[in-house]
Each structure stands twice: as C-alpha cells, then as structure tokens.
C-alpha cells in the first residue's frame, strides 16, 4: 500500500468508481501537470444521495457533508486519468456550487466540506485557492456540485 491509500485507511475512506458523465464530457482531463475534473455531483453507487436547494430541501450540515461525497467522486475522476492518486502533490484549486434558497447565504461554509477532507487527506498538500458560489439549480437537482485542480508529478 502506498502512503496516501493508509492515510485513507487511517481515514476510513474508500475512493468509488468514477462516476458516469451525465452528458456530453469526461471526468477528468490532464493539462501539462495539471488534472482538471469536470463537476462532481455528490452521488453514490450511481444515485444522487439528495436532490433541492440547501437552505429549503437540504440542511447546511448535510450539504457541507455532501460536499465531502464531491471530493471522493473528484478523487475518482483523477485516479482514473492518473492511475495513482500517488501522484498528486498538490490540491490547486476548488470550485464549489451550491444550490441555493435565494435566503441561503452560507455557500463556504458548505464547500468548507471539501476543503476540509482535502486537508486531511493531503496535510498542506491539500491547502487550495477556492471559490464557493451560490446558483439557482444544479444538474440533476443536486445540491452541490464541485469542480477540483490537482497538480501532479
């Protein structure tokens, strides 16, 4: 086992399958030594684990765990381009949607979800630039929906 799959032991995180596209898209794409993901849908086993607009459908607390569910689709995605999430050395950038009740305006704190798994995971590896903006729907109706930049070697 590699250092980063007993971190992931440690953390009792298994990475799934990489989600299926839901349209006309890969998951993810290498630039130079870059891996760019396309959005990742907190889905599980292939289903959306919840569909509506966080503030009305779904709470921030389950919307910042959802956000978590993000990361690990994310993982998949550039595990499946790079063969060893090994390879990553650095967590560039996240970008985080959040479906929002128009009265909902806590959107960092629900991405904070993914940034905070990303740091235990990778340590100072995993500290990013970030955006979290507030939409009025997503694909699928899901919740959230995040997008990640992953340096590799």
């Known amino acids: 086992m590699s250092a980063l799959d007993d971190r992931l032991a440690e953390l009792g995180i298994s990475i ?36 509506g607009k966080v503030g009305a459908d779904v709470d921030a607390d389950t919307a910042k765990d959802l956000a978590r569910t993000c990361v690990l689709n994310g993982l998949a995605a550039a595990k499946n381009v790079l063969g060893s999430l090994d390879r990553i050395t650095r967590v560039v950038k996240v970008v985080g949607f959040v479906a929002s009740d128009p009265s909902f305006t806590g959107q960092p704190g629900v ?12 340590g100072d590896a995993g500290i990013h630039a970030r955006s979290a903006v507030g939409v009025a729907v997503l694909p699928l109706d899901a919740p959230v929906e995040i997008e990640f930049l992953f340096e590799f070697a």
């Open 16 to 51: 799934p399958s990489v989600a299926k596209p839901v349209a006309a898209y890969v998951p993810a794409v290498i630039v130079g030594n870059l891996v760019y993901t396309s959005g990742q849908l907190p889905s599980v086993e292939g289903k959306l684990a919840f569909t």
């Open 111 to 122: 991405i904070n979800g993914a940034s905070e798994l990303l740091g235990e995971i990778f």
